[in-house]
C-alpha cells in the first residue's frame, strides 16, 4: 500500500484550499512541509548511529 496519508491530500488540495479561502498553491504547503521534515529528519534517525541516539548499542555484546 502506497504511503496514503501523502498521497490521498493532493488529490483534495483544490478542496482544502477552498474551505480555508486560500489558493491551491497555498494548500499544497500542507503536504510539502511535513515531506521535507521527514525528508531530513529520516537519514538523522536511521544513519549508522541510529543506535546510540535511540539509547540501545548496534555492536555485539563483549561477552
Known sequence: MLVLSEF????LLPVI???LHVNTGTAGLL????GLAAAVAAPLLT?????????T?????PH
Open 8 to 11: 490521498l491530500p493532493v488529490g
Open 57 to 61: 548499542s548496534c555492536s555485539p555484546s
Open 47 to 55: 544513519g549508522p548511529q541510529a543506535g546510540s541516539i535511540a539509547g
Open 17 to 19: 484550499g477552498d474551505s
Open 31 to 34: 503536504v510539502v512541509v511535513p
